[in-house]
């Protein structure tokens, strides 16, 4: 089945830029998503891009896709402190119904 | 708008007791509806998805249950708990059909631990 793989930890100071990885190994995906996971709270979809664009950018987000290496990262310009959080990266599942996979989860911690 | 409730919020439950949790959707009518598990330190784990009113695929074996009385209605249940079922449990929906762009909504959770 999809394997969905992040790092577990991030630590940034504000006002830097955040960086959060993923990998998959199904390349038949054709939406890929980030979703956001505030503390004590369930899971908000965040942004997402389709599988023939390289690079989506929606204000301070930047998604990069890059297909051959089956990699996706999620880019934050100007990390704030509300911007702490856990970030899933999620890929459709292969079954033909409307399943996605989800990473581990990166715990981003900015610090002022 | 759509809006996504569970209850309880917080749930303690010792081993060996029964379990109900709830969830319920608001504005939308025939949702996909799925329960997840995000143990400590782990992604989320599907557990159940349905397409419609009793119809309910499990994605894991284990002691819990799900069912769909009602159209916005999903229950996740269990007859004895174990400690390996503490962790926070998540409903979601999505729009019904097949569509190529997936958009799940998450409700808020309830963190169940099994003591």
């Known amino acids: 089945g999809e394997d969905v793989e992040q790092s577990l930890f991030l630590s940034v100071r504000e006002g830097d830029s955040s960086v959060i990885n993923c990998t998959y190994t199904?390349?038949?995906?054709?939406?890929l998503y980030w979703y956001k996971q505030e503390p004590g709270a369930g899971l908000q979809l965040l942004t997402y891009i389709f599988s023939n664009m390289d690079m989506k950018q929606d204000q301070r987000l930047t998604v990069l896709l890059n297909k051959k290496d089956k990699h996706l990262s999620l880019r934050i310009a100007d990390t704030q402190t509300g911007d702490s959080a856990i970030y899933f990266c999620a890929v459709p599942m292969n079954t033909g119904f409307q399943k996605l996979v989800f990473g581990t989860g990166t715990r981003l911690l900015v610090s002022p | 708008s759509q809006t996504i409730h569970q209850w309880p919020a917080t749930l303690v439950q010792p081993v060996g007791s029964p379990l109900s949790l709830e969830c319920t959707v608001e504005g939308t009518s025939n949702p996909n509806l799925y329960w997840y598990r995000q143990a400590a330190g782990r992604g989320l784990q599907l557990l159940f998805y349905s397409v419609g009113i009793g119809q309910i695929s499990s994605e894991v074996p284990q002691n819990l249950s799900a069912s769909r009385p009602q159209d916005r209605q999903f229950i996740l249940s269990s007859k004895k708990l174990l400690l390996s079922d503490s962790g926070f449990y998540l409903c979601?929906?999505?729009?019904?059909?097949?569509?190529?762009?997936?958009?799940?909504?998450f409700g808020p959770g309830t963190r169940l631990t099994v003591t």
């Open positions: 979601a929906w999505s729009v019904q059909g097949f569509n190529i762009r997936i958009e799940q909504y």
């Open positions: 199904d390349s038949s995906s054709t939406y």
